[in-house]
């Protein structure tokens, strides 16, 4: 057996390793989340910035609650692989990382409340967040909320981490760090300054108004398809490095990352790798998490009920192939114009990068958490449309397919990984097969999608008509019609 990637000697020449000395380089960012994306993506970046212009921008990641990959890390004294696959695979060593840390939020306190510490940024996924995007404040029945505001001074969810260590940043008359979040939500900066303030206002007003004042939360869009780490993920990185590596990742080579360029504190020169920096985030952020986003939920539903496990086939598939563009083209539709976007070689880029043969992508994976994705990706351009008086035929498709595989699982017994699992599954279940009672049972739990698409017969009605014909036809004479219209 090979030894564990510790250290970058003798590694073989075609192996990328870090172009820069470690051990030069501090720590300035502490990330919440350390899991595979924010390994194949910003820790790049960030690689790329030390490589390129140095500076002590090096990350101490934690994990809020599982220990096993930053004791990997920590194994392999911060080190991992990127496996970029395509038709052939490449092989990339990242040092951004210093220590990490696992399971101990105290830790994780005492690190923010260094000075060295400039930027805190997250990949947690949706729903760690806790926060109420329609009142723009923390939602007190999310547990972690809850639990945090019952005990402000030792936190265990993200808002109240980010809030405590703020105070002591500010007891401690040091400066503040910058606040990233990197999770595919849209204004990700805006909403978690707006749940961060909420929660001071809560426990501490003064904080509140400090906050307010001298803290910067930058949006971001963040773009690369990174599929959870495999066991043949760990083997093709030994076959490649010849070391055994159990933090590697692997992903596609395409990555794009567009920042608001708000860091009062300073920033790492992620642009050195690619990254963009612009002055409103929001046209890009809409394209990616409507355009790209969308059409994987749609293709991961479908997916799902058609019995194919990954992206890949999804798009070779004639039906899916043209829904996804169908999606894409209806998700364009809402897009701002003159905003420099172009949704038309977007949507061809995505299809390729759906194709890719080297990436196993789990429609398992991207089914997670709908009741968390849906709402940006589906149910807001879906209102929009609807409130210009324009086609909402593929969103109310969509919603049919979602609806349908949360049936199917009922009827088998079996629930959707998702927090809302139980509230859907009840929902499903009393609608007892009467397809307007479903419709109107989910789309109404809170959050979900806009009052005026619930009340818009012309979208429940379609949403209907096909949940009608994918229980009488099945779903795939379902998808052969509609993507023939
Ligand atoms: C996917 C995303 O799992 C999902 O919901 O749609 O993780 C997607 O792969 C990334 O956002 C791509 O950047």
Redesign the pocket.
Known sequence: MSDLLTSLTGLPADVATPAYDRDAAGVGILHLGLGA?HRAHQAVYTDDALAAEGGDWRITGANLRSRDLPEAMNAQNGLYTVLERSDHDRARIIGAHGPAIGGDPAAILRVATDPGIRILSLTVSEKAYGIDRAAMDIDDSHPAIAADLAAAETPKGVVGIITRALAARRAAGAAAFTVLSCD?LPDNGALLRAGVLGFARRTDPDLASWIEAEIAFPATM?????PATTDATLADIERLTGRRDLAGVETEPFRQWVIEDHFPQGRPAWDAGGAEFVRDVGPHEAM?LRM??GS??LI?YSGQLLGLPLVRDTVADRDLSRLSRRHMAAAAATLPRNAGLDPAAYADALMDRFANPGIA?QTR??A??GTE?LPQRWFAPAAELLRDGRDTGPFAFATAIWLAWLAKLADLGDRPDDPRADALIERVRSADGDHGALIRAVLSLPGLAPAELQHATEFTDAVARHLDRIRAEGPRAAMTQEAQQ
């Not at 963040?222 to 990174?226: A, E, G, N, P």
């Open positions: 994306f595919n963040v773009d690369r398809i990174t990616k790209l986003n994987h939920s991961a992508h994976q991207i997670m958490d994705k």
